[in-house]
T-cell receptor, first 119, second 116 residues
């Protein structure tokens, strides 16, 4: 079973409008972290926002906010006031934290959503 | 934020040769580095995890003799694609983490490998 599901292969949004990119996740661990990354055509992975499973409030970073619904296991990214430069691939990822404090912090990625901002 | 530098950004090599890709953490000590591979229009797939001073842990299906990983210091990990073939052409990207950095994984710029 996929751990991270992004159901929207592609999305279009009008410039200056808001857009929501969907992400659902699957884990039985009580402790985990959720990430969103932007990948422009150059290939670099740009960190956007992080939500910890124990965080009480939804994360926000500038125009990015994460709509975290723990019971539904969803972590949708909301981009407000879209700009042409927001056109890129967006990946949702999850990190399940090691139980004992040791071990690696690897990320599991979804398949991504290609966002196109229309002028 | 922390910076991870990956080099080279692009490389073209002949089939049968080996290519080394470097991943450096510039302003922090990376206890763990990860190597991912990304095919066009697909997601990142973890290839291996390397911890400084120990052998890398490879994901299922990744040939350890073909993709040699060395993490000799807390700031440098290398991925060597040995005897490269056209099917190894892909985008390779590394990330680095510390025990403390559980809120962000720092990525390199990626390396686009083309084997001709």
């Amino acid at each position: 079973a996929q751990k991270i599901t992004q159901t929207q292969p592609g999305m279009f949004v009008q410039e200056k409008e808001a857009v929501t990119l969907d992400c659902t996740y699957d884990t039985s661990d009580p402790s985990y972290g959720l990430f969103w990354y932007k990948q422009p055509s150059s290939g670099e992975m740009i960190f956007l926002i992080y939500q910890g499973s124990y965080d009480q409030q939804n994360a926000t970073e500038g125009r990015y906010s994460l709509n975290f619904q723990k019971a539904r296991k969803s972590a949708n990214l909301v981009i407000s006031a879209s700009q042409l430069g927001d056109s890129a691939m967006y990946f949702c990822a999850m990190r399940e934290l090691p139980h004992s404090g040791a071990g690696s912090y690897q990320l599991t990625f979804g398949k991504g959503t290609k966002l196109s901002v229309i002028p | 934020g922390a910076v991870v530098s990956q080099h080279p950004s692009r490389v073209i090599c002949k089939s049968g040769t080996s290519v080394k890709i470097e991943c450096r953490s510039l302003d922090f000590q990376a206890t763990t580095m990860f190597w991912y591979r990304q095919f066009p229009k697909q997601s990142l797939m973890l290839m291996a995890t390397s911890n400084e001073g120990s052998k890398a842990t490879y994901e299922q299906g990744v040939e350890k003799d073909k993709f040699l990983i060395n993490h000799a210091s807390l700031t440098l990990s290398t991925l060597t694609v040995t005897s490269a073939h056209p099917e190894d052409s892909s985008f390779y990207i590394c990330s680095a983490a510390t025990q403390e950095s559980n809120t962000e994984a720092f990525f390199g710029q990626g390396t686009r490998l083309t084997v001709v």
